[in-house]
């Protein structure tokens, strides 16, 4: 019996784009509406209370349910999930653009954030299934490429959209955004059938889930994610304290997003090409991330700018190194589910990356802040360099 041939490598691209475009969409979704809530007028989010609930439903939903999702994938294929939540993001902001109430934005975040957590580890399920184990380093570099454009367009667009026709403007571009890309999946993305799958106990999983081959890049990327966030949260208001504007402090920002975004793509190709390792790119990610938040504690512009340019050379090296591992160490048939449950390992970075710094800037300064994550960060490539110098032969 003849198999059919493999796609060319032109088609194998035609068939990434819309996966890269809903990692766009959930950056976009994600940071748009995040980075303008301030200007929301209304009672709904006057409280500084009030609005970090709206910020944390987005992500909250996406903690909750990626592992979810990623394993209805796993059961019945990831392009029919993809589908779903591509169309339900699409009814979610849909929902505000036709209410326009206070009341209908919390449904419509939650409703952003719930869909979200479906299509994403789905993309990422994908980009591994239709790509030869040698590709995925350009292919999860292009990925997280997409994504960091999303996230650093968003506040820009998301702002403008706000200040041309409020947030109605914006949650209507999102809706055509989300049914242009399920529109686009829906024609160029192929059908991938889920694979034959072993039975899985609580214990199976829990097992799999704390192996070094998915705990290392996991915990690589939830640092990754903690530092990149507590960079764009946190650099403004250190610049703003050296007595820098808001120009140069977006400037700085703008220069960590637009730095890890350049770096994903030529970090994958290198991974590709043999010319890096897995391990020995995560821990030299999580050194340079960690340098970089030593950098904040310099005064002035010059340490804001060294900070920036660091930790998103950092972050922009594990992201498309750590995804590939996830996908090397785990069953065809669990990808769903292991992108998923890496996803909540980001989104627990995300969140928990500020709040420590928080704390730590709570109890002390902000500096020493940066210096508790930058230790967190540090401690397990040091730790592993130490012991691998020890385990050396002695002669």
Same mark, same amino acid.
């Given at each position: ?78 392009? #029919? ?21 206070? @009341? ?32 995925? @380093? ?51 993305? %192929?059908?991938? #059938?889920?694979? #034959? ?47 820098? @504007? ?13 730095? &890890? ?15 890096? $390792?897995?391990?020995?790119?995560? $821990? ?12 904040? $504690? ?9 900070? &920036? /340019? ?13 995804? %590939?591992?996830? &996908? ?24 928990? @990356? ?28 040091? /730790? ?12």
């Amino acid at each position: 019996m003849s198999h059919p041939a493999a796609p060319s490598a032109a088609a194998r691209d035609r068939q990434m784009w819309p996966l890269y475009a809903a990692g766009f969409t959930t950056a976009f979704g994600a940071h748009a509406v995040a980075a303008n809530l301030g200007a929301f007028s209304d009672d709904a989010v006057k409280s500084l209370l009030t609005l970090g609930f709206l910020l944390a439903l987005y992500d909250g939903a996406e903690v909750l349910l990626k592992p979810v999702f990623g394993t209805i994938a796993d059961r019945i294929g990831a392009r #029919p999930v993809l589908l779903a939540g591509l169309v339900g993001f699409a009814v979610a902001s849909g929902l505000y653009v036709v209410a326009d109430s206070p @009341g209908w934005l919390w449904v419509a975040r939650l409703g952003q954030g719930a869909a979200a957590s479906a299509f994403s580890p789905s993309a990422s399920a994908l980009v591994a299934r239709l790509n030869p184990a040698a590709k995925h @380093g350009r292919a999860f570099g292009s990925y997280g490429f997409c994504k960091s454009i999303g996230y650093t367009l968003g506040p820009l667009l998301g702002g403008g959209l706000v200040w041309l026709g409020g947030f109605r403007l914006l949650f209507a571009v999102m809706t055509i955004l989300a049914l242009a890309v399920a529109g686009w999946a829906l024609l160029a993305v %192929p059908a991938v #059938p889920p694979l #034959p799958r072993t039975r899985q106990t609580v214990i199976d999983l829990a097992r799999r889930v704390t192996d070094p081959p998915f705990l290392r890049p996991t915990a690589a990327l939830a640092g990754a994610t903690a530092a990149l966030s507590v960079g764009v949260g946190f650099l403004p208001v250190t610049g703003a304290a050296a007595g820098l @504007g808001t120009v140069a402090t977006g400037a700085a920002v703008s220069v960590l997003a637009a730095t &890890a975004a350049l770096v994903q793509p030529r970090a994958g190709r290198a991974l590709d090409a043999g010319r890096i $390792t897995v391990r020995g790119g995560l $821990t030299v990610g999580l050194l340079i991330a960690a340098t970089g938040l030593g950098c904040a $504690t310099l005064p002035g512009i010059v340490g804001v700018l060294l900070a &920036a /340019l660091l930790i998103g050379t950092g972050t922009g090296l594990i992201t498309p190194l750590g995804f %590939p591992a996830l &996908a090397a160490s785990t069953p065809p048939a669990r990808l769903g589910q292991t992108m998923g449950t890496a996803e909540l390992g980001r989104e627990l970075g995300d969140a928990g @990356g500020p709040l420590l710094v928080a704390g730590v800037a709570t109890a002390a300064t902000l500096a020493y802040g940066y210096a508790a994550l930058a230790i967190v960060l540090a401690a397990g490539p040091v /730790l592993s360099l130490v012991l691998a110098f020890s385990r050396r032969p002695r002669v």
